[in-house]
């Protein structure tokens, strides 16, 4: 199955599959005591958690891949970052978000861009 949601990952198809495959993911992750990886559905809702806990509104994420946790979170922050290397990646990602203005999609490495986009924001963001 996961060769199958492999094969999907830059089509339209993936956004409506990895939630499933989320959900599944997560309750396989619960049934072994939490042995593995923690699964993606559980890091959005701690993003989520801190974002609501400490009141924050600007999400910076480093390495975008595929953009799942933007696309999780989008409705969440009033402005996100995130920063992208790889050139197709970075090219898919401002597709998929173009529509969203509060979403800025950076291609580079996040070593050298961090810096002046925090000098940039001067505010407290989550990472």
């Not at 946790?69 to 597709?95: C, G, H, P, W």
């Amino acid at each position: 199955m996961l060769k199958i949601i492999e094969s999907l990952k830059f089509t339209f198809l993936y956004d409506l599959i990895f939630p499933i495959f989320q959900i599944l993911q997560t309750a396989n992750w619960y049934l072994k005591s939490k042995s593995t990886n923690t699964p993606h559905l559980v890091k959005q809702q701690v993003i989520k958690y801190y974002r609501k806990k400490y009141g924050l509104l600007i999400f910076i994420e480093t390495g975008t891949y595929l953009g799942m946790m933007v696309n999780a979170v989008k409705n969440t922050f009033s402005k996100i970052y995130t920063i992208e290397i790889d050139k197709k990646l970075y090219q898919n990602a401002r597709r998929k978000f173009e529509e969203y203005k509060h979403i800025n999609v950076l291609f580079g490495d996040s070593s050298k861009i961090l810096p002046e986009l925090l000098k940039k924001i001067g505010k407290p963001c989550l990472f």
